[in-house]
């Protein structure tokens, strides 16, 4: 059902639109977030100088990933700066995810309205939480997840036309950009092919899952100690047991969701449509069992860092696309102003909803703008006129803190600090061996609102920090070099 691509300039011009009404909806944050775990790792390519401490906070992450070297290897080839390379990046993963699903929507629909209506559901819809898992469809800032999704929807799409090689080329970049994510669309593409003999082949694929968590080198049941455990507490959406009601309700409802679809595409002879939807209900109740299995046990508790209920992520995005195409086939048709009516309020919530996390920051912070966030004011300022092997340390829940929205200080100030609790501890809980350091840093902060001269110097003498960020009104035992209405950067004497 599908035509070749390259035919359809008009589709191109309004994907490209799509996509810039997608980023204003969704808004651009560069350096919020996880780019404070996955940008230190591009900079540090440049310049190898950054980060004489903590750089084990960063460098476990971008070691499992390709994504540092792309990222830095594109910038050096174009000769772009990094906020303009970075945000080019994002822009195109948004267009090939648009396309991906465009493609995939082709696969389901041969009517064009069904086609855009998975599209634009997608595009009006792309950072909405993916039940408990701490996930958007796509993030407000370039990370490996981003990439990986585009391909992941580009994998299943070819494994539907058979075009298997193809399929393949896509989950191997999908596996370089992002370490665990390109499971979710190898086991939903497995499943995909093996629909017809799945009874007979499920106890050999149970199997061969959890033989996958072990050629990962991840055990079924490491040792934990007290440290992980503070920092695996921190991040209670890893375990299912945690979840709230509407978030359960965020697992059951695309699972019947996609059962309906399978019986509304049968007597309408959408043979993918079915294929598809039954396949999302088995690969959606197996995800959810492994997730018991592993999040329920306190022996298990390390494990359940693998988080297999990320695969709602690539679940949600094929039932968006399925969802739109019966939107734009039963409802939407082609009545402009039933577009524009359902897609304009759909987009005003989520764009209200991006407003309210990011309040203190622009929609979208277009490169070389200069920032109005006091915090990333700071930041930039430490970065153009601190040294190099500066040691910072500030409230270690800096990025919890209101008017903050989350802007990581390595990644936008290009600085060493002592670990925090918010994103440190996300790494930690990937990676149990620096739970004790991460720990040990954390605590000799706490409680930073109470820190005296004293207390600076400690941090001095046995981490070597010169340097601190304070909230306003700040201490007068330190030489502030800096400050505005919410910091102040000071030396420690």
């Not at 009545?335 to 304009?344: I, Y």
Request: hydrophobic share 50%; aromatic share 14%; charged share 15%.
């Amino acid at each position: 059902m599908s035509k070749p691509f390259s035919n359809k300039p008009k589709t191109l011009v309004i994907l490209w639109l799509l996509t810039l009404g997608a980023l204003l909806v969704a808004g651009y944050h560069p350096y919020a977030e996880d780019a404070e775990i996955y940008l230190p790792g591009v900079e540090k390519i440049f310049h190898p100088e950054l980060f004489p401490a903590g750089q084990e906070f960063f460098l476990s992450h971008a070691r499992l990933t390709l994504f540092p070297n792309l990222i830095a290897f594109s910038l050096r080839v174009t000769h772009l700066p990094m906020e303009t390379g970075l945000f080019l990046w994002h822009v195109a993963s948004i267009f090939l995810l648009l396309l991906a699903c465009w493609e995939l929507g082709g696969l389901f629909f041969s009517n064009t309205s069904a086609r855009w209506g998975g599209v634009c559901l997608v595009a009006a819809l792309l950072t909405i939480p993916v039940a408990g898992t701490a996930l958007y469809i796509m993030d407000q800032y370039l990370n490996p997840r981003n990439l990986a999704a585009f391909a992941g929807v580009f994998t299943v799409a070819r494994t539907l036309e058979k075009k298997y090689v193809q399929a393949l080329l896509w989950l191997l970049f999908a596996a370089c950009m992002h370490p665990l994510m390109w499971v979710f669309p190898f086991s939903f593409c497995v499943l995909l092919v093996m629909t017809d003999t799945l009874q007979s082949r499920w106890k050999n694929m149970t199997k061969s899952g959890f033989a996958g968590l072990s050629w990962l080198g991840i055990p079924l049941a490491p040792a934990t100690t007290s440290a992980y455990h503070e920092a695996a507490k921190r991040h209670g959406y890893h375990y299912i047991q945690n979840w709230q009601w509407y978030e359960w309700l965020g697992i059951v409802a695309p699972l019947l969701l996609l059962w309906w679809f399978a019986r509304i595409a049968r007597p309408r002879q959408w043979s993918n449509v079915k294929r598809v939807s039954c396949t999302g209900v088995v690969y959606g109740l197996f995800f959810l069992l492994v997730a018991l299995v592993v999040d329920l046990p306190a022996r298990f508790e390390a494990l359940a860092r693998l988080q297999p209920l990320r695969s709602l992520h690539l679940l949600y995005i094929v039932m968006f696309v399925v969802l739109g195409g019966f939107l734009g086939e039963y409802l939407l048709k082609n009545r402009a102003w039933r577009w524009v009516l359902f897609f304009g309020s759909l987009s005003l919530g989520m764009f209200l909803g991006q407003r309210a996390l990011f309040p203190a920051s622009a929609q979208v912070e277009w490169p070389g703008a200069t920032s109005r966030n006091p915090w990333a004011q700071a930041f930039l300022w430490i970065r153009q006129n601190t040294p190099t092997d500066a040691v910072f340390a500030l409230n270690p829940e800096y990025m919890h803190l209101p008017g903050e929205d989350e802007i990581g200080f390595r990644c936008l100030a290009e600085r060493s600090r002592l670990a925090d609790g918010v994103k440190d501890n996300g790494v930690v809980s990937m990676f149990p061996p620096l739970a004790e350091e991460w720990w040990e840093q954390v605590q000799a902060q706490t409680p930073w609102q109470s820190f005296g001269s004293a207390d600076f110097l400690r941090l001095k003498n046995k981490y070597g920090v010169s340097w601190v960020v304070m909230q306003q009104p700040g201490t007068a035992a330190l030489d502030c070099v800096y400050q505005n209405g919410a910091l102040q950067v000071c030396r420690i004497p």
